[in-house]
């Protein structure tokens, strides 16, 4: 059996800035064999590392039907995370993974879909909603709602700008606070909801951001019908082995690195607040 702690090497092929902070980086894996076997579940993470400096879990944000080169949206906050932003196209990081259970797919086959993705949040997302997109017949009513607190904090303003073009998708975007050239809907994320969602049957909304909106997202999705076991998101643990030893991750008697970080809002209740 292959060492879970030895990185596979990766060489950065592009990389992409986001906003003053954030940006994408598209790799692939350095040996020919691990390249081709490398598959991900939407939903998963790598940990990453800046050889020398450290390694940390980052959730992938690509396409896995395209899992030859895969993408990352990293914001730098620290030591791990800039070392990561002071590398170019062509250097060599080390990946771990792909770890944790991911979104099971297709569970949610035939159903209606909502995706409320508030700044990086919506990276994670990503890596669903293209696969989804990739089968949109597969499932029924396709809303994509973002929010970003101004416009220079949108990620993937390219991608955002084709999903609201496409006919086979509807598509809502919102600025906690605009700017002159900014003439789309000012306010946050939840003021879309009555105006762009249209029932809790049979729909599943997948909300990922930062807590704060995630708190009120709910709130505001209770008050329109959405049962627990049908909003799913995804938990931000301190993280270390990635793999289930080390316990860094635990939140009552689940490991978020093994156990989510995928988690239905009826899961995420049971958990306690501390461990
Ligand atoms: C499953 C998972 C997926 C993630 N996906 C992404 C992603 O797609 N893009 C991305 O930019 N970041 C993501 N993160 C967060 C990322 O791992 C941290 O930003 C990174 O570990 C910071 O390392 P650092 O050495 O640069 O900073 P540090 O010096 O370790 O930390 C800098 C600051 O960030 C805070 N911080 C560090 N880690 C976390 C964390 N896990 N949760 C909350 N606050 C933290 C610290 O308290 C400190 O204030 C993810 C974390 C997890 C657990
Ligand atoms: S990070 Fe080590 S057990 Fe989850």
């Known amino acids: 059996m292959s060492n879970i702690y030895l990185p596979n090497l990766a060489r950065i092929v592009k990389t992409q800035n986001e906003t003053y902070d954030t940006r994408t980086f598209e790799f692939e894996l350095v040996d020919p064999k691990a390249k081709k076997e490398f598959k991900f579940k939407p939903g998963q993470f790598l940990e990453i590392s800046a050889l020398g400096v450290g390694e940390a879990p980052f959730g992938l944000a690509s396409n896995p039907n395209r899992p030859e080169t895969f993408q990352v949206t990293i914001r730098a906050v620290g030591a791990v ?12 990081v080390g990946i771990r993974g792909p770890f944790g259970n991911g979104f099971p797919f297709d569970e949610y086959k035939g159903k209606n879909i909502i995706f409320v993705g508030g700044g990086i949040g919506l ?25 970003a ?33 900014w003439k789309g809907n000012v306010g946050v994320v939840t003021t879309l909801f009555p105006k762009l969602i249209q029932t809790a049957d049979n729909t599943v909304v997948f909300v990922c951001g930062p807590p704060i909106m995630i708190r009120f997202a709910i709130i505001e999705l209770s008050k ?15 993280m270390k082995c990635g793999v289930g030893k080390c316990g860094h991750c635990a939140i009552g008697h689940k490991y978020v690195c093994v156990d989510g ?3 239905t809002y009826k899961e995420i209740g049971k958990l306690p607040e501390k461990s």
């Open 81 to 92: 995370t800039r070392a990561l932003h002071a590398k170019k196209p062509g250097d060599l």
């Open 123 to 147: 990276c994670p997302l990503r890596s669903l909603i293209e696969p989804m997109l990739d089968a949109r017949s597969a499932f029924k009513d396709f809303l994509i709602l973002y929010g």
């Open 149 to 181: 607190r101004t416009p220079a904090d949108q990620v993937y303003p390219g991608r955002l700008k084709e999903w609201e073009k496409m006919p086979e998708i509807r598509f809502g975007m919102t600025v906690d606070v605009g700017n002159a050239d």
């Open 224 to 238: 329109l019908g959405f049962k627990p076991e049908n909003i799913v998101s995804t938990l931000e643990r301190y």
């Open 261 to 263: 970080p995928v988690f």
